[in-house]
């Protein structure tokens, strides 16, 4: 995986109000999960903050109060508010090994969550123990207790569909689903299939996830982001489509996106710093 782009997609991480730590999942679940991730808050007497996080092709297991579901690839920037003192933990799937713990295709989960028990019925008592575990590693135990008792299996056709992903996530180049039909050897009709039951997504889509996520972490680290040279590198024709493509995956023009998370930038250092730098 090194090497590898993972849309990480938070807006304006600068300024989250939060403390995320990733952890390596068990050796037996390598196949199946990215890494777990652990999110500490503490708001206490400041006001709830809401955090945006861009679509991405992964499925998403949480356990958070108020925010507790087997979430699917995102179709739409996702929101979530934090408020008070609190922590939780999520695990975060290899986008194409979801499948293993479903009854059909991962589509059936694209863009929405259901209900932690729906997938996974011995997950009430570990949502009481992540509730109050004193520390990363107890959370990790019992979330990977859980996800085992299923007993996974990584079929042939999740391997494929895996490798397809990765091979989007490795090669910026890769930019049409042509291209990706040539470099895994698959005809684009069998990928439409393969990513239908695996991915939860199209091809086409996928591929603009990998794309435009890269775009934002550019356009947010730049002071004065070059908008036509961006579209050039990211294998765009023209700029008009490259702002098209980039709305139509984190709901706002590129632009817009400089500017929101500029002007938050700019609100938190004004909490820090209320008379002025």
Same mark, same amino acid.
């Given at each position: 995986m090194s090497g590898h782009r993972i849309p990480a997609g938070i807006v304006n991480a600068r300024q989250a109000k939060f403390s995320l730590v990733r952890h390596p999942p068990a050796p037996s679940l390598r196949p199946f999960v990215d890494h777990h991730w652990v999110l500490r808050w503490d708001l206490s007497g400041r006001p709830p903050h809401e955090q945006v996080v861009l679509p991405n092709l992964a499925v998403n297991v949480t356990f958070f109060r108020h925010a507790e579901g087997v979430f699917g690839p995102g179709k739409r920037p996702f929101r979530h508010t934090v408020a008070d003192t609190g922590?939780?933990?999520?695990?975060?799937?290899? @986008?194409?090994?979801?499948?293993?713990?479903?009854?059909?295709?991962?589509?059936?989960?694209?863009?929405?969550?259901? @209900?932690?028990?729906?997938?996974?019925?011995?997950?009430?008592? =570990?949502?009481?123990? =992540?509730?109050?575990? $004193?520390?990363?590693?107890?959370?990790?135990?019992?979330?990977?207790?859980?996800?085992?008792?299923?007993?996974?299996?990584?079929t042939a056709a999740a391997r494929s569909?895996?490798?397809?992903?990765? $091979?989007?996530?490795?090669?910026?180049?890769?930019?049409?689903?042509?291209?990706?039909?040539?470099?895994?050897?698959?005809?684009?009709?069998?990928?439409?299939?393969?990513?239908?039951?695996? =991915?939860?997504? $199209?091809?086409?889509?996928?591929?603009?996830?990998?794309?435009?996520?890269?775009?934002?972490?550019?356009?947010a680290a730049e002071d004065r982001p070059d908008y036509a040279e961006l579209a050039f590198t990211l294998g765009y024709s023209d700029q008009a489509h490259f702002i098209r493509?980039?709305?139509?995956?984190?709901?706002?023009? @590129?632009?817009?996106?400089?500017?929101?998370?500029?002007v938050q930038e700019q609100e938190s250092r004004r909490e820090q710093f209320p008379g002025g730098l």
């Open positions: 922590h939780g933990i999520g695990v975060r799937f290899r @986008p194409g090994a979801f499948r293993a713990f479903l009854t059909g295709p991962v589509t059936m989960i694209s863009g929405g969550s259901v @209900p932690l028990t729906d997938l996974f019925p011995g997950a009430g008592p =570990v949502t009481e123990s =992540v509730r109050n575990a $004193t520390n990363d590693f107890e959370m990790v135990r019992r979330c990977e207790e859980l996800l085992l008792a299923k007993d996974p299996v990584l569909a895996i490798e397809a992903v990765e $091979t989007i996530a490795a090669d910026p180049a890769v930019t049409r689903v042509g291209e990706l039909s040539s470099r895994t050897g698959l005809s684009q009709r069998s990928l439409q299939r393969l990513f239908a039951e695996h =991915v939860g997504a $199209t091809p086409k889509w996928a591929i603009q996830v990998y794309r435009l996520n890269e775009a934002a972490a550019r356009i493509d980039f709305r139509s995956v984190t709901g706002w023009a @590129p632009t817009e996106y400089a500017r929101l998370n500029r």
